[in-house]
């Protein structure tokens, strides 16, 4: 099956700094590649995703690069503020047509902003 | 919209119980997922169903199963309780429709077994 790993497993950064978390997966069949944020005694909430067929996706603050030969895919924070300090996930899926499947999760990275 | 529905948020059990869960997922949607989280093992896959069929299942044990009814509704049952069972259990939905395969939680039922 899928294994996906993901670094660090915390990371802190000052106030409008920029924060990246990579993930690498070992499964070339997957093709795509969602990122949840969890904020303490919260649900898991999509943030962003990448399917296999695009490099980079960006939502304002927030990115995600894919490289499908390296099978890794990172996530881009910029101008980080307090309220992005959270657990974040990223995971791998091979869907199939319009069947998701099964997700396969990284450890997780506890990101902190300090004020 | 209302967004997935996990009941109870909280429960409590003693070894050797059993325990059901229930989701409700987002309206139109059809494929539900279940995920345990905990701090050791992180977010594990349990099973995935999709109209009232099992699709996937994960490596856990056979007291661990499930259901999906005819209105996308699932619930999940644990026999047989251990300590180790205790978690947050949590529910995904998908639309699982071309070009919509985002999955969506709940806030999860965290089980305690003392």
């Known amino acids: 099956g899928e294994n996906v790993e993901q670094h660090p497993s915390t990371l802190s950064v000052q106030e409008g700094d920029s924060a990246v978390i990579k993930c690498t997966y070992s499964?070339?069949?997957?093709?795509?590649f969602p990122w949840y944020k969890q904020e303490l005694g919260k649900r898991p909430q999509l943030i962003i995703d990448i399917r296999s067929n695009v490099g980079e996706k960006k939502d304002q603050r927030i990115a995600v690069t894919l490289n499908k030969t390296a099978k890794h895919f990172s996530l881009h924070i910029t101008e980080t503020q307090p309220e992005d300090s959270a657990v974040y996930f990223c995971a791998a899926s091979s869907y199939r047509g319009s069947t998701l499947g099964r997700l396969y999760f990284g450890r997780g990275t506890q990101l902190t902003v300090w004020p | 919209k209302a967004g997935v529905t996990q009941t109870p948020r909280y429960l409590i059990k003693t070894r050797g119980q059993q325990v059901t869960l229930s989701c409700s997922p987002i309206s139109g949607h059809r494929s539900v997922s279940w995920y345990q989280q905990t701090p050791g093992q992180g977010l594990q896959f349990l099973f995935e169903y999709f109209s009232e069929t099992q699709r996937n299942k994960g490596n856990f044990p056979g007291r661990f199963s499930g259901r999906q009814f005819s209105n996308s509704r699932s619930e999940m049952n644990v026999s047989t309780l251990e300590l180790g069972d205790s978690a947050l259990y949590l529910c995904?939905?998908?639309?699982?429709?071309?070009?919509?395969?985002?999955?969506?939680f709940g806030q999860g039922t965290r089980l305690t077994v003392v």
């Open positions: 995904a939905s998908s639309p699982d429709t071309t070009g919509r395969t985002e999955a969506f």
């Open positions: 499964d070339s069949a997957s093709n795509y």
